[in-house]
Nanobody, 124 residues
Framework: QVQVVESGGGLVQAGGSLRLSCAAS????????MGWFRQAPGKERGFVAA????????LYAQSVKGRFTISRDSAKNTVYLQMNSLKPEDTAVYYC?????????????????WGQGTQVTVSS
């Protein structure tokens, strides 16, 4: 069992930045690939970014590529999502998820453990 808890959400103006954190506990963190997803009101949960268990491979949704950066600190059992140049369309609840193994995936169904989410609101 892995528990993940997101933090760092909030209200920011368009063009601003936020850094989300995802603290993991439970089983060996390094055995899990990690992902960030988001869900806006009335929309399905969508992929944002993922990182391999070693941190050497990352994957991004096209809509955030070049603006968001995913990273992990295995010593702290924490994954980060640095979000720059935020746009109103980035407004959503952001979820952190853990997937057993080293494969990174954009498919939510392949993730085993989920956090409760953190709200990010970008005003225009």
């Amino acid at each position: 069992q892995v528990q993940v808890v997101e933090s760092g959400g909030g209200l920011v103006q368009a063009g601003g930045s936020l850094r989300l954190s995802c603290a993991a506990s439970g089983r060996t963190f390094s055995n899990y690939a990690m992902g960030w997803f988001r869900q806006a009101p009335g929309k399905e949960r969508g992929f944002v970014a993922a990182i391999s268990w070693s941190g050497d491979r990352t994957l991004y949704a096209q809509s955030v590529k070049g603006r968001f950066t995913i990273s992990r600190d295995s010593a702290k059992n924490t994954v980060y999502l640095q979000m720059n140049s935020l746009k109103p369309e980035d407004t959503a609840v952001y979820y952190c998820a853990a997937r057993r193994g080293s494969v990174i995936s954009p498919r939510a169904a392949e993730y085993d453990y989920w956090g409760q989410g953190t709200q990010v609101t970008v005003s225009s």
